[in-house]
């Protein structure tokens, strides 16, 4: 390979040739090099600017909350006896509480068991809760008690081959998760596993009862009706928190309380001691709404810092910030500004700009808080406070209720008037429920024939009258000789008479039935003392309860109920039922199925001398319910209830026709009232009031920050657009490298060229001087 030696030839210094022009070439791409480092240093800036714009917005976004600026204190005076918590509409004052028992839910314990293990029955298990009524109760087992059903909709739990151990069924009751836990107990007995289960909701109307379909072992095990066969033990009744609020006796289910003092939840933890009172003590909660201005005031100080820092001068060095004079910074801090400047219009407040409430626009464009002036702001005017920070709507008519509005709502007052109001769909019953039984006792053992004076008297309790009544004294021939001596002596006694109350007595096989002539829930016969009641009638007489309709399975069972566009066939629990227990059992079954609790339906069943009505949960047109077949429609019925359809409110915001569906009315689209919600209830038509709808402060920046942070606003254009400068600005400096580089290569090339023809003309040169010279010599 050859070496080259540029400018040994020519003495052309031909690389300092080069590295001057290339340098001078060079200098474009310094400039270029400088741009590049503004763009950065302007993008880093704005990248700041849009953190801090977003820190800016969460903050006043959560400053958007009303309930942020309304929020209550409550204190106790023992908190180991209760403890509570407000809300926004808490009412402040003083209240004086006394617990006597705390909620508590039912237990109930199974028979022992050898093992855990070992195969016990099949079936379906059927869990209902309700109120155990009336009778007694000893070693955990009710007599003579009812069960009502709270209609919440029963249960159903299956026990087959695979969980058909005691362990099995825990664990299948607990995987259910029906609201009933299961444990197993070992009580070291002979039979030690026992099955316990224990209700998750307290309070008497929670009780349970069980309906097992299948193997008689399982039913032996957990069948349980308070009201009837009783496998299982009761160990802990289930039993309500008993209290008084400034003297006022109270009965809840539950130990945690949301519906006694408005806005108040309260959780019962013990009793009082005998004659104490523990103090509730509701406040506002003015520590909360001082925090809430303060947290503002920062956030709105830190943006501004933020903004100042990135676009200041410094007049003294004359030192310019990155974004000095930058049009989008000023235009961020323009729009910002303006928020601030204008007052909130629409809300009917009472205060309507900051400085009202303390708190004041400065110079340098920050905010400071006068903290004497907020409070007695607060003093003041507690709730309006939240309107120079929140969107709020408050409604004139104390049954409109303001719920929402949207991005596009403007504020202002707005007249709501109501042309119809919202309705749900129902179903009332062709006639009263039929299938009404008559009350009776039977005795459990031959009656005694033998009348003297150590059995001559009855307390006979007859349609709820009580009397006495006597017998004749005589050895009777036959049973029915002396079931018409009791017969006769009952519809003589001038009670039962003027009550119009009568009743039948038979015999069969030597044992009386005493049976009320009167039919229904109200009927009721038996013997309630009385020195002849156990001669006559043996120690243990069945007591059958006067029924309005009974249930029998495969009979008269099944319902086909239309709701709200959803159809299922239900089938009742057979037994005999009083109307109102009758409306709890089909309320329970059509609550408790999931082709309706699914999408969310669900009706209320009321009866009205026998007459049932379903009425759905749901308001508007999309509301109906009705029952179209079943086997017993005909007797709980007396045929296909006429339906009532639901329907949606009608009416008018600001004029307009406005949207309704269900209760819910919106203002129409392209008005003012855009977007704007409410709820209109009761019973009155036409004007309803005014709907006042303000945007405060945090409302309104933390819109105007979506628009500034958004795609099209101009924090994201200005840094789409440096970014878009600094690529741009990388390829011109790509290109003019490879252009300098291409220019370089040419220079020495041309230079290279030249010193070689300087240097083949001093080789010349020296040769024809040398040669001149030789001949000058030899001449």
């Known amino acids: 390979m050859a070496i080259s030696a540029p400018g040994i030839g020519s003495s052309l210094d031909v690389n300092s040739i080069v590295s001057q022009l290339v340098a001078i070439d060079r200098q474009p791409l310094t400039t270029l090099a400088k741009k590049q480092a503004s763009f950065q240093a302007k993008l880093s800036a704005m990248g700041s600017v849009k953190s801090s714009l977003s820190s800016f917005q969460s903050a006043v976004n959560g ?3 009303i309930t942020k600026f309304q929020a209550a204190t409550v204190s106790s005076s023992d908190a180991t006896v209760a403890s509570a918590s407000g809300s926004s509409i808490a009412v402040p004052g003083t209240y004086s509480l006394q617990v006597t028992s705390l909620a508590q839910a039912q237990k ?18 059927t869990f209902d809760f309700g109120t155990i009524s009336g009778g007694t109760s000893a070693s955990g087992k009710y007599t003579g008690s009812s069960f009502t059903s709270n209609a919440a909709g029963v249960k159903t739990v299956t026990i087959d081959a695979g969980n058909n151990t005691l362990t099995g069924i825990r664990d299948a009751i607990n995987g259910a998760s029906i609201g009933v836990t299961a444990t197993i107990l070992n009580d070291g007995g002979t039979s030690p596993y026992r099955l316990v289960l224990t209700q998750g909701s307290t309070g008497v109307s929670n009780s349970m009862k069980i309906s097992v379909g299948g193997d008689a072992a399982l039913s032996a095990l957990l069948g349980q009706d308070p009201a009837g066969t009783q496998a299982m033990t009761e160990n802990q009744t289930a039993a309500n928190a008993l209290f008084s609020i400034d003297g006022i006796a109270v009965s809840k289910t539950s130990n945690t309380v949301t519906d006694v003092l408005p806005g108040v939840t309260l959780n019962l933890l013990a009793k009082t001691a005998a004659g104490a009172n523990v103090n509730l003590t509701v406040a506002r909660d003015t520590a909360a709404i001082t925090n809430s201005v303060t947290q503002f005031v920062n956030a709105f100080n830190q943006i501004t810092q933020t903004l100042n820092n990135v676009s200041a001068f410094d007049a003294t060095t004359n030192t310019a910030a990155v974004l000095n004079g930058d049009s989008s910074i000023r235009s961020i801090q323009s729009q910002i500004r303006n928020v601030l400047n204008a007052p909130v219009a629409g809300g009917n407040s009472a205060y309507s700009i900051l400085s009202e409430i303390g708190v004041s626009l400065q110079k340098t464009g920050g905010l400071t808080l006068d903290n004497t002036k907020l409070q007695a702001a607060v003093k003041d005017h507690y709730a309006d406070i939240a309107g120079l920070f929140a969107a709020v709507g408050k409604s004139t008519d104390s049954q409109v209720t303001y719920t929402a509005a949207t991005a596009n709502t403007k504020p202002g007052a707005y007249a709501v008037n109501i042309s119809q109001l919202a309705r749900q769909g129902s179903a009332v019953g062709l006639s009263a429920v039929t299938g009404a039984g008559s009350a009776k006792t039977t005795g459990s053992a031959a009656a005694n024939l033998v009348v003297d004076g150590s059995n001559d008297s009855l307390t006979v309790l ?3 009258v009580s009397t006495s009544i006597s017998l004749t004294q005589q050895t009777y021939a036959t049973a029915a000789d002396l079931a018409t001596e009791v017969q006769t002596r009952i519809n003589a006694a001038s009670a ?4 119009g109350s009568s009743a039948t007595v038979t015999n069969n096989a030597g044992v009386l039935t005493i049976t009320s002539n009167k039919t229904g829930s109200a009927s009721a016969a038996s013997v309630t003392g009385g020195n002849g009641k156990t001669g006559l009638l043996g120690s243990a007489p069945t007591v059958t309860a006067g029924y309005d309709t009974a249930i029998t399975t495969g009979s008269n069972d099944t319902l086909s109920v239309q709701l709200d566009g959803v159809t299922k066939t239900i089938t009742l629990a057979a ?14 079954k059509i609550n408790g199925a999931t082709e309706f609790s699914s999408v969310g339906s669900a009706v209320k069943v009321t009866q009205n001398a026998g007459v049932l009505s379903i009425l759905s949960n749901s308001y508007g047109a999309k509301s109906s319910a009705t029952v179209t077949s079943g086997t017993a429609l005909a007797a709980l019925f007396g045929g296909t209830p006429t339906p009532t359809a639901g329907r949606d409110v009608i009416g008018t ?3 307009a026709a406005a949207v309704g569906v269900g209760q819910l009315l919106t203002g129409a689209t392209g008005d003012a009232s855009e977007g704007l919600t409410l709820v209109a209830e009761g019973v009155a038509l036409g004007a309803r009031g005014t709907i006042n709808y303000s945007q405060g402060y945090a409302f309104q920046l933390n819109k105007l920050l979506t628009g500034l942070l958004g795609a099209n606003g101009p924090v994201t254009s200005r840094t789409d657009g440096l970014a878009e400068s600094i690529k741009s600005n990388n390829k011109s400096q790509v290109a003019l490298s490879a252009t300098i580089a291409a220019n370089e290569k040419r220079y020495r090339a041309q230079y290279t060229a030249l010193d070689s023809v300087i240097s083949k003309l001093n080789t010349t040169s020296t040769y024809l001087t040398q040669q001149l010279a030789a001949i000058a010599k030899n001449s």
């Open 653 to 655: 915001i600001n004029g």
């Open 63 to 65: 400053l958007s909350d």
């Open 575 to 588: 037994g005999n039922y009083s109307f109102t227990s009758l409306a709890a059992e089909l309320q329970g």
């Open 462 to 464: 007859l349609d709820g």
């Open 108 to 125: 109930l314990v199974a028979p022992g068991q050898l093992t855990s293990n070992t195969a016990i029955g099949s079936g379906t298990l």
């Open 496 to 499: 039962f008479t003027t009550a």
